[in-house]
């Protein structure tokens, strides 16, 4: 992402409209996890509930199981509230793998 690496700076809210955006073309969904770990590994940098619902839905979506539970790992151990949206993913995750009936 080049207008990145230029030095942009993002906020959370910017963070989180991109994120939902590239989860749109599968083709670059790699480049969707190294912007959020670029951002993640900026110290003063913290993702939020609305952060990993993206994160969630759109590795859900493009059927990224793994990386879908992962997430939400990754947010209860840093202590980020789940919100009934989270869940409500979870949940579609779930059934698309025939977990659920």
């Known amino acids: 992402m080049k207008w990145v690496r ?4 993002l906020d959370i809210a910017m963070l989180n409209t991109i ?29 939020d509930v ?14 990224q199981f793994n990386k879908t539970f992962s997430f939400h790992e990754q947010m209860w151990f840093k202590g980020i509230i789940s919100n009934v949206y989270t869940f409500e993913m979870l949940v579609d995750c779930l059934c698309k793998q025939g977990l659920v009936v």
Do not use: M, Q
């Not at 230029?6 to 700076?9: A, I, Q, S, T």
């Not at 609305?50 to 059927?63: H, K, Q």
């Open 19 to 47: 994120i939902v955006a590239l989860f749109k073309n599968p083709t670059i969904v790699n480049e969707v996890y190294k912007l959020y770990h670029g951002f993640i590994d900026n110290a003063n940098s913290h993702a």
């Open 50 to 63: 609305y952060t990993y619902n993206a994160l969630i839905r759109g590795s859900c979506v493009i059927d």
């Open 6 to 9: 230029e030095g942009v700076n």
